[in-house]
């Protein structure tokens, strides 16, 4: 039977949905969006056409409340929810409180939510159903000489991982038994924060696989299709950073294969609406069972792409009654399509979260949200610039996407437009996804799960731009800031900042790259960074707006255009060789209070989840000491070196910000040693 849907409320946030927003107003829906106290003032927030609060800025305050969001949904007079991915999508609890409330969920049902719901539930069901799965065994509960033997019988080396929930949190690789305990611990706690449920299993590890996984559609009129495979093999911490449809190591053979495997598993549930069947594939070409997601994926762009559906309007379509089209029952396979997950995160530090303001955000495209069709950009966001990246959620900025005939050309594509982006104010993962996008190992299709280690984070986290182009990014910072100085002259403002007919003592600027002397003389400007020339040549300076001023500058022969962005005492300069960005360091810096000497600072804001010390113990160097949650992840805290705690400042629940004394670890002298020792 078919129903009319007229309204939609999605139980999620950022950019899925503002990406439901648009299919649906597309569609003719009427939009519903909720929201936590920290995105009042988020771009999904003024996307719909009404949004309803929930009090609150933790996930587990507001996102994780399905009470709370079914009454939204009620008050607001939705006739549908969608749930988008994370959060509530794949909670059976959910699925059924929507349907009890006579609202229709754009999902499946709340039984095959729940089948699929626990990893280790659906591996039984796999079994029965033919597919291939991993020796695995459940942990809750077991802990000394039981958890030990549970973990040998699986085999290592292994992963704990979260039964309930993705996205590669609740998740730890174990190689030896000595780190067992302490995995399925940390596991448990990263699960429960992030799903409300901390039940972990073991599973053996398959070293190097390539992480494939096939998108599947079943209607209530018994179809179930498979719409291709995506590959997303390129993951840190278990979490996926590059995702492509098809996969470059799936033939037709291997393809039918993992059809018609994603198919059974669908149809050993009954499933309805948008899933997908995640397998580990081996170079052998053997595949294993993974997990079915039973919601919208990340990445189902890439998908949209080379197919040309419209995935969230076919979850639409089947949750209203009807049958899947026959464009996707027998859809072609159209060129190739990349997607890279943009994150506020330092790659060269642990990968570390970022949060805080986003001074500029512009990616350039073809089109927003909506499915590629042929040749370009896509981004799919939930930022802009100006807004705030806090600390209670997932760091992803946006979602590039980029379709060509075929792949090479679509990873270059995507790999200039990225290069071309404006990101100021936040550390981000650009520049490794430039590399990893231009690696030749990548463009000729040789990726798997070990890439990143592999070909190593010093390598592909290096900035685009390197130690001269710094130099010349400084310099240009410099006369940018002169500029600046004399467009805002009461008087003679045409002449340049520091301009005299005779030598003078040069002007100066510090950056935390070093100290710019330049002089701007008839023939132009002269400049040094450190004692150190940089030539250049600079053939036009306009100043764009508020703080941002663009040069026309050649170098040995080679003109290109820099663009200048002045956010207090932050310098971003977009180049032709990168991006960097520039701390100008005051003339005259305030004395400050000095560090203790091994003290142990927060990285970023967060809540300390566990204290593994106290004070008089004593550590040895890379020994854990605490735990901070920040962006729904474990960040350990472990000692420098050896020594002793001599000051703890934290304890469970503690909420920090950034640069907060933690503890103290104070190393031994040798005299004291020599002391104890008599």
């Known amino acids: 039977m078919t129903r009319r849907l007229a309204s939609v409320l999605v139980a999620n946030r950022g950019e899925i949905a503002r990406r439901v927003f648009t299919t649906a107003r597309a569609m003719g829906l009427r939009t519903v969006a909720v929201y936590s106290d920290a995105d009042a003032g988020a771009p999904f927030v003024a996307d719909a056409d009404v949004a309803v609060r929930l009090p609150g800025s933790t996930p587990a305050e507001t996102y994780l409340r399905a009470d709370l969001v079914v009454a939204a949904a009620l008050r607001a007079g939705a006739d549908c929810v969608h749930p988008g991915y994370g959060f509530l999508s794949e909670n059976a609890a959910f699925a059924r409180a929507v349907g009890e409330a006579g609202l229709v969920l754009v999902g499946p049902s709340p039984e095959a939510v729940e089948a699929m719901g626990s990893k280790l539930a659906a591996k039984e069901l796999m079994v029965t159903a033919g597919v291939p799965v991993l020796p695995s065994t459940d942990a809750t509960g077991l802990s000394g000489d039981t958890l030990e033997k549970a973990a040998t019988d699986v085999g290592y080396p292994l992963l704990v991982k979260a039964s309930f929930g993705g996205g590669g949190r609740g998740m730890r690789t174990v190689r030896e038994p000595s780190e067992l305990t302490e995995a399925v611990a940390g596991a448990a706690r990263e699960a429960a924060s992030a799903f409300g449920d901390g039940t972990v299993f073991l599973e053996r590890l398959v070293e190097r696989p390539r992480h494939v996984e096939v998108q599947v559609f079943g209607d209530h009129h018994g179809t179930t299709v498979a719409l291709f495979e995506r590959e997303c093999s390129i993951q840190r911490r278990h979490q996926k950073v590059v995702e492509e449809a098809p996969s470059p190591a799936v033939g037709p053979e291997l393809r039918e294969r993992l059809h018609a495997a994603a198919v059974a598993a669908a149809r050993a549930i ?243 790259a070093g100290t710019v002397h330049y002089r701007l003389g008839r023939s132009g400007p002269t400049a040094d960074v450190d004692g150190d020339p940089v030539p250049l040549t600079v053939l036009g300076t306009t100043v764009t707006g508020p703080g941002r001023v663009r040069l026309d500058v050649e170098v040995e022969g080679l003109r290109g255009t820099y663009d200048v962005h002045a956010d207090g005492d932050r310098w971003h300069v977009d180049g032709p060789d990168g991006a960097t960005t520039l701390v100008e360091q005051p003339r005259f810096p305030e004395p400050t209070a000095s560090v203790v000497p091994g003290s142990l600072t927060a990285t970023m804001p967060g809540a300390v989840t566990r204290v593994a010390v106290a004070e008089g113990d004593e550590v040895r160097a890379g020994q854990l000491v605490l735990v901070l949650e920040a962006m729904k992840m474990e960040h350990p805290v472990v000692a420098p070196a050896d020594g002793v705690v001599t000051s703890l400042h934290a304890e469970v629940g503690l909420q920090v910000e950034t640069g907060a004394v933690l503890a103290v670890v104070s190393q031994e002298t040798e005299s004291e040693g020599d002391r104890d020792a008599s």
């Not at 997908?276 to 993974?290: I, K, N, R, Y």
């Not at 940018?480 to 045409?494: E, F, K, N, S």
């Open 270 to 512: 009954g499933y309805v609406g948008a899933g997908t069947v995640e397998f580990l594939l081996e170079p052998s070409g053997d595949f294993w069972f993974l997990e079915m997601n039973t919601r919208l994926q990340v990445e189902h762009p890439v998908t949209e792409a080379v197919t040309g559906l419209d995935l969230v309007r076919l979850q639409f379509d089947v949750a209203a009654g009807r049958p899947l089209p026959a464009a996707a029952v027998a859809p072609p396979l159209s060129g190739a399509a990349i997607e890279v997950r943009l994150y506020a995160e330092d790659p060269a530090r642990g990968w570390l979260p970022q949060s805080g303001r986003l001074a500029d955000f512009a990616i350039p495209a073809d089109t927003e949200f909506r499915p590629t069709s042929g040749p370009g950009i896509r981004v799919d966001s939930g930022v802009a610039a100006g807004g705030e990246v806090g600390v209670h959620y997932d760091p992803m900025l946006a979602k590039v996407v980029a379709w060509a005939p075929d792949r090479a050309s679509a990873a270059l594509a995507l790999a200039g437009a990225l290069q071309r982006a404006r990101l100021h104010g936040l550390t981000t993962n650009r520049d490794l996804l430039v590399r990893v996008l231009r690696h030749p190992a990548f463009l000729a299709g040789e990726t798997d799960t070990g890439f990143l280690d592999r070909h190593g984070l010093d390598v592909l986290a290096a900035p685009l731009v390197d130690d001269a182009g710094r130099r010349r990014h400084a310099v240009v910072a410099a006369l940018a800031g002169a500029a600046l100085r004399r467009a805002a002259a009461p008087v003679l403002a045409g002449l340049p900042s520091g301009w005299r007919n005779n030598p003078t003592v040069p002007q100066t600027t510090a950056f935390d």
